[in-house]
């Protein structure tokens, strides 16, 4: 299983991105995906997930201005982050699991892709 993110980059406060996580030797179809963040100096966060029945979750602080979704004919996995606050500045990993039915906030991810820098600053 390869996983490869991609879409950060440097955006002002109030912006928009939309991070990628596309999967290569598995079929997506029946696998949980999940957002992780690592802040510098801090540990790594979980950030949404979403279920192989379509099923996602959110930490409370990007409820309401991000979106997981999956199209499961790429492969691929996104990540639309709106309102973007510096305090979102981090690296974000794209995590995948064969347990795709599980409640997937709490799956013991297997499989992890490289991360992509966010940064929101002015």
């Known amino acids: 299983v390869q996983l490869q993110a991609s879409g950060g980059g440097l955006v002002p406060p109030g912006d928009s991105l939309r991070l990628s996580c596309a999967l290569s030797?598995?079929?997506?179809?029946?696998?949980?995906i999940a957002w992780f963040r690592q802040a510098p100096g801090k540990e790594r966060d979980w950030v949404s997930c979403?279920?192989?029945?379509?099923?996602?979750h959110y930490s409370d602080s990007v409820k309401g201005r991000f979106t997981i979704s999956r199209d499961n004919a790429r492969d691929t996995v996104y990540l639309q982050m709106n309102d973007l606050r510096p305090e979102d500045t981090a690296v974000y990993y794209c995590a995948a699991d064969p347990r795709g039915g599980s409640y997937c906030p709490y799956i013991p991810y297997e499989h992890w892709g490289q991360g992509t820098l966010v940064t929101v600053s002015s």
């Open positions: 030797g598995v079929n997506l179809d029946y696998y949980a």
């Open positions: 979403i279920n192989s029945a379509d099923s996602t």
